[in-house]
């Protein structure tokens, strides 16, 4: 849950100033190679945002599938890793393309 607060958190004061701005002027008023580092910026924290919802899913899916064998498979360094590929799999698909 952190990691999607996280994820939100960062398209609230990352995002939506600029998005604002682009908005209320019509046009791109910043530099353009903020441009690309916004978009980036963009993609990754939504698809982060995304990413983590699937996650807590499967994590909801996983706890009430078998309760009793949850601990044992759901430890802290596994949700861990779990969130680090959620967001370097984001950053992958949204940098690399841009």
């Known amino acids: 849950l952190v ?5 939100d958190l960062m398209v609230g004061l ?3 100033p600029p998005a604002m701005l682009n908005q209320l002027y ?12 916004w978009y ?7 698809s982060a945002s995304i990413l983590n919802l699937c ?11 078998s309760p009793l064998k949850y601990k044992l498979r759901m430890t802290s ?15 992958l698909a949204s940098f690399l393309p841009i």
């Open 40 to 46: 980036s910026f963009d993609v990754m924290c939504c």
């Open 55 to 65: 996650l807590i899913s499967l994590d909801r899916y996983l706890l009430i599938l």
């Open 26 to 37: 019509g046009r791109w008023v910043l530099q353009g190679g903020f441009c690309s580092l």
């Open 77 to 91: 360094c596994r949700a861990l890793w779990l969130i680090l590929a959620t967001w370097s799999v984001a950053a």
């Open 14 to 16: 990352v995002v939506m």
């Open 3 to 7: 990691s999607l607060f996280m994820s």
